[in-house]
């Protein structure tokens, strides 16, 4: 017999907060966003702090590599999606992990026997003005040239001049070398007033670029999520079938982070997963599992070992759990109830295990009302997909950015 609840399932649509007083002293410059994202005792601190509470969700249309760079930047977290083979991404994983930042891996590359109409092509696919010229058309070839759009008038010239004929050779480029700073690098291009700075290695191989623009986006983003050795920091997600083999493979890839992915998570078979990890790794591995919707499915979790517990069954913008299963809650009213739950299992045991409202987020003000209701960070899909980090295909409707919906995918499937 089921138990009936007294109280509606509510979703961050019915609230909205009543504004409190504030003094000149409440500016954005005195606002701190910092959260923890993994457990820790009473006195002592978490392993891991965010800046910001956001992370991006578990999803193949939402976070890959691009978006875990872009978000370490503004000093939150992306969890990679697992549903790919385990190569792939772990790959992914440690192109984050070995990212410089500042030193960027060429995207735009042809070779010197394409014509023009090859460069237009591939500037309007990836929007850059900047492309290397290169002996096999690779970001690892040979750099034999340059062009930019300095090296081109479209009206005086036909679409099938060769490239050859009019990029900058190779012997006119000012470049640098590899293991050089970004300082230096960034002094060579303000010296002699470049946009663009090829870094080579000693076979003339490109390495990397350095752009001035980034020169200005690296300033401005002083919220940047670094680990112990100037890293990016990123997570990744896995499940309760093949952790066995993903694991080991995630963390030889230098993963920050790792995140249970199932749309039910108050099961023995996370349990037993956090215990496998617990067993081989003890507490050096972070692992967030969920989800749940109450604050008996919280501490079962909890009591598992998970570093933070996530919340939500069916509120996601493309999720079909209570549809296939009919089972879920309103968000609000599951994060008012694991909050509640996870103030408690402090009291009693001394340790604070962070929650994440995950789903649920409609409009901008519910990140708010998810915050002030006590999740300590948040879970979007959504909301990243529409960029152009993310790896989704986007739709220009009046000059408006769209992100295609991924196929939907049921809960066993996740």
């Known amino acids: 017999m089921a138990h009936y609840f007294e109280e509606p399932s509510r979703t961050f649509n019915e609230y909205l907060l009543v504004p409190g007083y504030s003094s000149k002293e409440c500016r954005v410059e005195n606002v701190s966003l910092k959260t923890p994202i993994t457990k820790f005792k009473k006195g002592e601190e ?9 992370v991006s969700a578990v999803m193949q249309a939402v976070s890959d590599d691009k978006m875990a760079v872009a978000l370490a930047k503004e000093g939150g977290i992306s969890f990679i999606f697992g549903s790919q083979p385990i190569e792939s991404q772990a790959a ?29 092509e591939l500037k309007a696919l990836k929007g850059h003005s900047t492309i290397a010229i290169t002996d096999d058309g690779t970001a690892e070839g040979k750099i034999l040239g340059l062009v930019t759009s300095r090296d081109y008038r479209v009206s005086r010239m ?59 986006s690296h ?3 002083p919220n940047e999520l670094l680990d112990e050795q100037k890293r990016y920091m990123v997570g990744a997600g896995i499940n309760t079938r093949d952790h066995e083999q993903r694991v080991p493979a995630l963390i030889d890839a230098g993963v920050d982070i790792l995140c249970i992915d199932s749309s039910e998570g108050y099961s023995q078979w996370q349990a037993d997963t956090i ?19 109450d604050g008996e499915g919280f501490r079962y979790l909890a009591e598992a070992g998970a570093d933070f517990v996530k919340i939500g069954i069916g509120g996601g913008s493309i999720c079909i759990t209570r549809e296939q299963k009919g089972i879920g809650r309103g968000q609000a009213t599951a994060v008012i109830e694991v909050a509640a739950a996870r103030d408690e299992y402090f009291k009693e045991t001394g340790i604070y295990v962070p929650i994440c409202s995950d789903g649920g987020i409609v409009y901008d003000h519910h990140l708010t009302l998810a915050l002030a209701m006590g999740a300590d960070f948040i879970m979007l899909g959504r909301y990243f997909a529409r960029f152009d980090e993310s790896p989704t295909n986007k739709l220009n409707v009046n000059a408006q950015l769209a992100a295609l919906r991924p196929r939907r995918r049921s809960s066993h499937e996740v």
Do not use: C
């Open 219 to 221: 300033k401005s983003n």
């Open 275 to 293: 215990a496998w990890i617990r067993e081989r790794y003890g507490d050096d591995i972070k692992i967030g599992a969920g989800n749940v919707v």
């Open 46 to 54: 978490p392993k891991i702090t965010m800046n910001i509470p956001l």
């Open 92 to 120: 992914m994983i440690r192109r984050v992990k070995t990212h410089k930042a500042g030193f960027v891996t060429s995207d735009s590359n042809l070779r010197p026997d394409q014509t023009l109409k090859d460069v237009l």
């Open 158 to 216: 036909s679409p099938d001049t060769k490239i050859s004929e009019f990029m900058t050779p190779f012997d006119k480029l000012i470049y640098g070398r590899s293991g050089i700073t970004l300082s230096e690098a960034n002094d060579i291009l303000w010296d002699h007033k470049l946009n663009a700075l090829p870094i080579i290695d000693d076979n003339q191989r490109l390495t990397h670029f350095v752009f001035r623009k980034d020169y200005d």
